[in-house]
């Protein structure tokens, strides 16, 4: 019997398996070095004076001497009622700057008689830089200041001045006008007229309900959060009150047409009545008439005016410009004799005043008739009320200079 024995060949892979596997080669990690940034350091500058100091705002700023190794990112001033502000705190950015490292900043939104605490910044890579601190004072809020001329319209009753608020003092005008009485030194719980706006500039108050023939102490004023300030004083005379009446000259049995014609006379009379004896001290009767045939209106130095039957003549500036006539211009011999040189006006009076009014140097112009400006010639020549008022204060100015009421009158304020 032959005794065969099977022969196995064990591998030594087959081995491994067996007892704990085949291992494959590991890969092994490579040996690198970290990389590190290097962020550099904050930029050093400093804080800049202060300059334009107000109640609300300055100006100011910084240096950047140093960038720090990275360019500057961000920069302008912060500030706080507390020291050392942040950017945390209030900051405002850069309103110029310069490649030397100068920039400048606006400090505002402040308020006054406050002290702040202020520094300029500069951002980088590596951080935000803060200059040397400096302490901020605002400024005390002042009283308003006025540019305010002598009234030049006055009249009997009424008056009116122009007036200009220059500066607020640092807070705003709430409220401007003007203050008057007839002793010196008013205020505002004197007599006041306040005017509708606000603010500074320019503006135009009208004085009522004053008394013929009596001085008069005038301040403006503006009230601003400190409380209210004034102008200097100026005084100012009013004149006597004009007494310009007139008659309608009525058919005895009138039609509806004289009768419309009646209403619209009257209703111009008693407008240009108000003016002259509001602005005036002259004094007239004067007798108003209906004559179909006139071609316009007309007037005689007597006192006799006439109106057409054209309705676009019956109305305040024909009859004011009528008046006129009645009491001298282009009517009397002084007119045409005095009053008139080559076409310009002679008075001193009336060419004083129309330099106030214009702010022209140029004397009045006129002719046999006529005169202008102001003299409501043609509708052209009225753009408002004030037209009105210029007029009859003309008118006062020539009484001043000689216009007579009659042929032989003589001017009595």
């Given amino acids: 019997m032959i005794n065969r024995t099977k022969t196995y060949a064990i591998s030594a892979c087959t081995f491994l398996i067996l007892f704990g596997g085949c291992k494959k080669a590991e890969k092994v990690a490579e040996t690198t070095t970290p990389k590190t940034e290097t962020t550099g350091a904050v930029a050093t500058l400093t804080t800049s004076a202060f300059t334009n100091i107000t109640t609300t705002s300055a100006m100011s700023g910084g240096v950047v001497s140093d960038k720090g190794g990275s360019p500057v990112t961000d920069q302008g001033v912060c500030w706080s009622t507390s020291p050392k502000p942040t950017m945390d705190n209030n900051k405002s950015g850069v309103v110029s700057a310069s490649g030397s490292g100068v920039f400048t900043s606006e400090i505002k939104g402040l308020t006054a008689s406050t002290k702040y605490y202020v520094r300029a910044f500069a951002v980088n890579k590596a951080g935000v830089a803060y200059g040397n601190e400096m302490e901020l004072t605002t400024a005390n ?95 100012f005379k009013t004149i006597a009150k004009g007494n310009v009446t007139y008659t309608i000259n009525k058919s005895s049995n009138p039609t509806n047409e004289e009768m419309d014609v009646y209403a619209r006379i009257k209703a111009a009379a008693d407008s240009a009545c108000w003016y002259l004896n509001n602005y005036t001290s002259a004094t007239k009767n004067i007798t108003l008439n209906y004559v179909p045939d006139v071609a316009t209106a007309d007037a005689t130095n007597t006192g006799w005016v006439r109106y057409g039957k054209n309705t676009t003549y019956q109305k305040l500036r024909t009859t004011l410009h009528e008046f006129n006539h009645t009491l001298g211009t282009g009517t009397t011999d002084w007119w045409t004799g005095t009053a008139i040189v080559n076409g310009a006006y002679t008075g001193s009076t009336v060419n004083t005043l129309l330099k106030k009014i214009t702010g022209k140097d140029a004397p009045l112009n006129g002719d046999k008739q006529h005169w202008w400006p102001y003299g409501l010639n043609q509708d052209s020549e009225v753009s408002s009320s004030w037209d009105y008022v210029y007029n009859c204060l003309i008118i006062e100015a020539m009484r001043k200079d000689g216009l007579p009421e009659w042929s032989s009158g003589t001017y009595t304020p």
């Fill in 141 to 235: 809020i002042a009283g308003a200041t006025f540019g305010f001329s002598p009234l030049y319209i006055v009249g009997s009753t009424v008056a009116a001045a122009d007036i200009e608020v220059l500066t607020d003092g640092g807070d705003a005008v709430t409220e401007r006008g003007i203050v008057y009485a007839s002793t010196p030194s008013p205020t505002i719980n004197s007599s006041k007229v306040k005017h509708n706006n606000a603010g500074l500039g320019k503006f135009r108050v009208s004085l009522k309900d004053l008394t013929p023939k009596t001085t008069y102490y005038a301040r403006a004023y503006a009230i601003n959060s400190k409380g209210a300030s004034y102008s200097s004083e100026i005084t």
